[in-house]
Every structure is written in structure tokens, then in C-alpha cells.
């Protein structure tokens, strides 16, 4: 085989760039800018003139392989330039071209690409900012950039823009337009209506140690293929499980196997669900790579009212996603896990939120939640038995939960409860004892204790586990049964 040069791109901190300003139109606009910049990528990089193999798991991400060194470099000026050009802010890596022989050589090559690229990646941090600093107007939406003078400022510019935030804007408005029969939500509290608002993260289990795994380029493209597939088709799936004239969702960012969406919050949970279950039947329909490893996506879901803090909301959905991975790997549950939470003001920072959850002791702790669940539907623990629980209890008295959810969390157990030091086993007797007096006292009726029991027996008490406080809060999560 002839001689052929790799290069690998990469959008910076596209994080950042996204979610710059934390209001719904400039972080969907931003993402549009990006998927749009994708679409070009790939297509320049098809041109004839270019003849390349694009390999890329979206969101400015792309591998790319070119029979002629020339054009590689070419190729590499002018996406630089254009994505400059469509983002006004934004800026792209692009590795160095490396050549390479053959499937062979395809690893290494990948890998030395790899290496440029973060070496790039170091030397432009190391370069200080300019700061925008000075008495210069700051655009009112991210308040990192000067503002456009107000003789080049549009008609329907209420507030000080700058030019990154005027593209955002400008780009959601011609998606807007070209889909002008549906309904776009405003803002998180127009998108939220009435309920409260879920900011859900999702993100792929072990992708990127599979990709590392590739031995050919053929494989990285169709690895790359089939993972977009995927994501197009689960959150689909997702959002079809909401009927009605006004979608609840709305996609903040798709970044490869690493995803953010708002969506009023009675709908996260099953999107969660549907979402999970959609994977794993096309995964086992699907000749994914040499490895036949199945694929799973964990998530982070934070629940909040829809005037909190975007920023914060985020920090937390990113906390509770690394939870439910951290726990995916631990357990050995390849198709992923899910944590949320309920924010109140009380609990708006992740580690308080963490910190009431258990009680630890020298070998062992007890949990006051069953978070994360396992995301493969049947299984002990999983999300879907979550489901079975609370449609079980679906006319249970509300406040009883609400009560026994007050109660099980570590403040509430250690101020009311215990007072002094008392034993890990006094501790678990006393909890079951708790669940057996709320339960007594609540169920006057054979209905309501039949409907307790298999609760109970869907979402048993396990290794110092008690999943029951979890029962008020994704009561109202699921919605709809
Ligand atoms: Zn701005």
C-alpha cells in the first residue's frame, strides 16, 4: 500500500465555548454552530480534491486520513480558518500530519497524532489569555468578550452583544426559522413550563479506551459510525417517550459519546429508561468492533427549579454522572448506571448532597438512597424495578413518602435519631424498624399494605442499603406510568 498521512482535529475546550453563556438560546446556538462545522468537515474532507477517510465522533472531533501530504496540510489551514470564521470566539487543534504505511502502521500513527496534538494543546494554554479588561463595553450574555459597537448592533439587540454571542444567537434563529411549524422554547423556564427542569448528562462508558483499541482506520470510521447511530436513535427514543404538541427536550450539546439535555423534569427519568433500552437492543443487533463488548451510557441528572443557576445545576448533573460511572465500573454493569437528585437551595452544592446520602462507620456505611441504579432493565436494583416500585405506590399517600424521605437522610437521622455514637448494626435495626413504624402507621388499608409490600419486595433492603427514600422523589420523576 502507498504511503498515507493521518491527522486528528480537535475543537477546544468546546465545553466552554458551548456553554460560555449560560442562557438556553446562546448554548443551543453554539451547539448548532458545531454540528454544522461536522457537516462541513466531513464533506470538505469528502471533496474530490481530497479524496480523504473522515473518522469522527462529532462535535469537531475527527480523524482523518489523505492519500497526498499536500493536501493534508491544506486541508488542516483552511478548517482552521473556517471554523474561526463560523464560531468568532472558538478555535480548533489540528495535530501534525503523520504518515504511515499501512493498517500496520495505522496505530502508531494514530498514536503519535494523538501526542502532537496534546503537545499543541499544552503549548497554547501556556500562552497567557489577553484579558478583556478595561472600560470597554462586556457582552451581556457571557461577559467574557467586548461588546459590538452600537453602530453594527441589530435591530432586536436589546442588550451589549459580543461577536461570538451574536453568531450563537444568529445560527439558533436560522434553525428557528427553517423549522418554523415547531415549537422552540424560549428559555429553561419557558422549556420547563410548569414543572420543575432535569439537566441530564450522559456519557459513554469506556469509549475512548476502545477507540484506543482500533488497529485500522476502517475500524475507527465505522466504530465512529455506528456510536453516532446509536446516540441518534436512543435519544430519539428518549424523547419519543413525551406525547404531546411541545417537545420537553432540548439537546444543549452533543460532543461524541458525551451528551447534555434539558428537559422538564416528569420526563427525564423515562428518558433515561427508553433511552438505555433502545442501546441495548441495537447494541445486540449490531457487529460493533472486533471486541463484541457491549456499550453503555451512564447518567447524571439534576433536578431543579427553573430559575436555578444553570452553572450550578450543571456542576451537579456533572457530579452525579461521575457517581454513576464510578459505580457502573466498580459493580461490573456494562450498560451503565444513573444518579440524580432533587436541588433545593439547601442542597445546591455537590458535596453536601453526597454527605447526606450516608452515614459512614470504620469498615462500612449505610446509604439512605439506592442511587446510582443499574440501567439494564430486570435486574435487581435497576432503574426499571425503581419504576415497578413506584407504580406499585402510585396511589399511596404522597406526604407519607415525603415524610419517610425527610427522615432517611444522614442530617435528619444523626440530629433526630441517634444523638450520641451508637453501632452500624443498632443503626440498620433502627432504620428497619423506622420503615415498619411509617409503614404501620400509615396502612389502615389491606390496599396500601399490599401495594407496600411489593414495593418493598421490588426495591429490597440490602447491605446497609435502603433504597425507600428514593420512592417520594421518582414518584413524581416518572410522571406517567
Ligand atoms: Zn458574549
Sequence with gaps: MSEQFLLITDVDAIQRYVFESARMATIVGASEIVKAFDVWLEEEARRAEYGALHAALSGGNGLFVFGDSKKAASFAGKLTCEFQKRSGSGTISVSEIIPFEDDAGF??????????????????????????????????????ESALPKSVRKGDDERDIGTACRKKLDKRKEIKNA???????????????TDYLALIAIDGDGIGARLKNLQSAIAYENFSAGVKCLLDQAIAAGMNTAKGEYPPFQLLYAGGD???????????????????????TIDRSWDWTADQLPIG???????????????????????LLRNAKNTAKDKVWPEGAIDFAVV???????????EDREILFDNSKICFTGKPYRLKSGEPHSLSKLKEACKALDRFPKNQLYALRNQLNASAWRTNQLGGSISQEQTKLRLADYLNYVSSRVMRVQTQKDAWEKACQLLPVAEGVFPHADLADSLQLFGEF
Design 107 to 144: 496505530p502508531a500513527a494514530r498514536d503519535a497524532a494523538l501526542c502532537s496534538l496534546q503537545r499543541l494543546k499544552r503549548l497554547g494554554r501556556a500562552i497567557p489569555e489577553a484579558l478583556d479588561v478595561g472600560l470597554s463595553r462586556q457582552c451581556q450574555y457571557c461577559g467574557a
Design 179 to 193: 423549522m418554523a411549524t415547531q415549537h422552540w422554547a424560549e428559555d429553561f423556564n419557558d422549556l420547563a413550563d
Design 258 to 280: 458525551d451528551i447534555v439535555i434539558a428537559a422538564q423534569a416528569r420526563y427525564a427519568l423515562n428518558f433515561a429508561l427508553a433511552f438505555s433500552d433502545a442501546v441495548q
Design 297 to 319: 451510557f451512564s447518567f447524571g441528572i439534576s433536578i431543579t427549579h427553573s430559575k436555578f443557576p444553570f452553572r450550578a445545576s450543571h456542576a451537579i448533573a456533572d457530579q
Design 344 to 354: 433545593t437551595e439547601a442542597s445546591c452544592d455537590p458535596a453536601s448532597l453526597m
